[in-house]
């Protein structure tokens, strides 16, 4: 994954050692368009008071402008703590954000980020010189489990039994078990790029494109015990794709992005997870949304993360499980928050949450917490004074009771030199 967003560029297809000083809450509500409907009103809060007291008038009892950090939750604030920390849930401009629960941070850049079923965290960070890339395990407390060095930098999956895969461009799919052995390797894939990988209990799937066929995505579905092929699944010659992304859900292997043919469609294609046959392939939507990430929801619903293109803006989205729109929120771009969405995910219990980085404030990563129905729960962004880092959450999963993310610094110095620094946090779900 690139920094601050990340960039597939395909054969064929077209912390420092503490927190940022500086965590703002945005103001997400969904706003109305011609395009995008929205869901149900957002309680991250309201714009951010002056904070300039006035004491109303005794005679008349007039009451009292709101003063942000005075203690005390006026009407138009979300929240008021009395402090200036931004990290446990109240802003600095009284919305709610992200309580900040543990961090951990590291060399390097965040390359794959995937989640266990027992809600082990796992990275494959890369980027350090003169060191390999490496796979590494945390518990849902941040402690490190286990790092282990693997033969080149790609995504993750986990399967459901724990099994770790990395799909690595030009070293193939390397096998780990969850105590960190690498326990096999599928010499696949090295004369193309790969799209991303996604793992069940019945087999892995890898999206890669075909060094003969521009534009074409290539699905492949593969024994998950022996990296036998078990079926291919194609979208059509003559469509240009953009993918961004492979996800297992149910019986369907999803992969969202962007379509083009004679004009740019919203691209949702959806693979049969048992025989590869595409199933779908655009979404109904004049407005052609660029879709950047989908996640599972519930038994058979879809949310879908990106960026709404007429007008710019970062749209979330909830699909019934024929695809149907459930809800919209949208949050146009602003001359103070341009939000770019990098990854969602959805839990058991129904929240939403969205990572990626807002181009607007010197790419400061983003953090966002919905709910099932599209209200926004609260909103972070993880700014720096410095002019020259820059910024981007990664990589998202829940655990039982808690939000990880992962991302990466970008620190830029002299003579183009780049200091790279990754980074997990976990946050509180309520």
Known sequence: MSIPARILALTGLALSACLPSIVVGENSQ????????????????????TGAPTSGDPGTGAPSEAVCGDGVVADSEACDDGNDEPNDGCGLNCTRTGEVVWSVEGAGWIEGFAAGPDGTIYLCTFGVVNEPAF??????????????SAPGPGELAVSPAGSIFLASPGTGIHVFTPEG?????WDLFSDVGIVGVAATD????????????????????????????????????????TPRQVVAAGDRILVPGVVFSDARGSMLAAFDATSGALLSLELDDPAAPAWDSAAALGNSDVVLAGRGLDPDGLLVRRLT??????????????AGTIPRPERVAASPQGHIAVVGYDAGDNDSAMVRLLDGEGATLWSSRFASPQDDERDGAVGVAFAADHLVVGGTI??????GHLDLEWWLRSFTVD
């Not at 075909?210 to 699944?233: N, R």
């Not at 499980?321 to 602003?334: H, K, L």
């Open 135 to 148: 796979v590494r395990a945390f518990t849902p407390a941040g402690d490190e489990l286990w790092s282990t």
């Open 410 to 415: 970008r620190i830029e110095g002299e003579g």
């Open 321 to 334: 499980a024929d695809f149907a729109e459930a809800w919209s929120d949208f949050t146009p771009d602003s």
């Open 202 to 241: 019945d087999g892995v799937y890898v999206g890669t494109g075909d060094p003969e066929i521009e534009g074409q995505l290539v699905m492949h579905g593969l024994d998950s015990a022996t990296g036998e092929p078990m079926w291919e699944g194609r979208t059509p010659e003559g469509l240009i794709v």
């Open 30 to 49: 969904g706003t109305d368009s011609p395009e995008y409907s929205t869901g149900p009103e957002s309680s991250s809060g309201p714009e951010p008071s």
């Open 181 to 185: 052995a690498l326990v096999a390797t």
